[in-house]
């Protein structure tokens, strides 16, 4: 019954009277009216008007199963600790490649190295990918390139923001960080059994934590628009296939190109931590492989993404 309304709703031009639901749907009106108060429980934006009837204000933005319907297999819920670590459990099932876990929110949204992310209820866009790549170790980090590349685009497309890179796994806008992507994997001795993509993108969170306002954004903050969650997993699944497959049939040096033009820490001053070590310089360039090439003053080192973090002075 929600959906056939939603449906009528969707489909009307302006109002549809309580009657024409009524009759159509062949129930009461007080059963029209009980539906639509669910609906907009759910968070739907119907306006009801004496008279009239009611209306579906489709500039709401709205993100549950049913508007995720349609996009292949999938799991959404409300709350999860993690969709991350949900999709690894789909993984271990043997769910199909693509296969994405997404959330309304998450109680302990994970960074990398234990860091928390920030996930509030209802606001921004919290998904896992399962993928099983036919790759070697080496080139799971270059997952995480790739799939910012994906999120670039998609948000350049969507919204014209001015979307860069912070190599390897941060996507900002004017400065500020606005998506975070988490890869890992599971593997055997010597394969890959699946790799997990997480991506957390602030889409219309206006307010912040003290500790991040200075350094996080949404794309809300950065647009003046409240854009459609659902249609912006639509298109961000869309460009994360087409990037995904054009990278198992050709690797990630097809892509350097097109990433150092979007990679904001080339010609900066970086300081890097990888394997413990702190490493200082200039970055000067992305490797065939996705590695950043530091210019340390003494040589040339290249660092891998997996295993790196890094600051970058503007
Ligand atoms: C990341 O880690 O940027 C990866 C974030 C991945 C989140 C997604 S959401 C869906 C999926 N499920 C998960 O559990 N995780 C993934 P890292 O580079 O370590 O950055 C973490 C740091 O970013 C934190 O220490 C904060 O400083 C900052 N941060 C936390 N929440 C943020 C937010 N919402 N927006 C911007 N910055 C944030």
């Known amino acids: 019954m929600k959906e056939k309304l939603l449906d009528m709703l969707k489909s009307a031009d302006g109002y549809v009277s309580g009657q024409e639901i009524a009759d159509s749907l062949g129930v009461s009106r007080t059963a029209v009216w009980k539906t639509v108060t669910a609906l907009k429980n759910e968070g739907y934006n119907i306006i009801s008007t004496k008279n009239r009837g009611y209306k579906l204000n489709t500039e709401g933005d709205v993100l549950n199963a049913r508007e995720l319907l349609g996009l292949g297999g999938h799991a959404f819920y409300e709350r999860l600790t993690s969709t991350n670590d949900m999709a690894k459990r789909f993984a271990l099932d043997g769910c199909k490649e693509f296969f994405f876990v997404a959330a309304n929110s998450q109680t302990a949204g994970k960074g990398r190295l234990g860091r928390e992310w920030e996930s509030p209820h209802n606001k921004n866009i919290y998904i896992s990918v399962v993928l099983y790549p036919d790759i070697g170790f080496e080139s799971v980090a270059q997952i995480t390139l790739i799939s910012g590349l994906a999120v670039v685009k998609t948000i350049r497309d969507m919204t014209k923001a001015d979307a860069k890179i912070k190599w390897p796994n941060d996507v ?3 400065g500020k960080k606005v998506v975070g992507i988490l890869t890992e994997m599971q593997a055997e001795v010597n394969r890959i059994l699946f790799a997990v993509v997480g991506i957390g993108i602030n889409v219309n969170q206006t307010v912040f934590d003290d500790e991040l306002k200075e350094k996080a954004t949404s794309i809300l903050l950065e647009s003046g628009i409240k854009y459609k969650r659902s249609e912006m997993i639509a298109k961000l699944m869309q460009m ?28 900066r001053e970086v300081t890097a931590v990888s394997k413990g070590q702190r490493i200082n310089g200039i970055a000067v360039d992305i490797s065939e492989n996705g590695e950043l090439v530091i210019d340390t003053g003494d040589g040339l080192v290249n660092i891998s993404s997996g295993e790196a973090t890094l600051r970058t002075d503007s």
């Open 172 to 174: 900002l806008i004017n």
């Open 240 to 267: 994360l296939k087409e990037y995904y497959k054009i990278f198992c049939e050709k690797g990630f040096g097809v892509f350097l190109d097109e990433y150092k033009k979007i990679c904001i820490n080339l010609d």
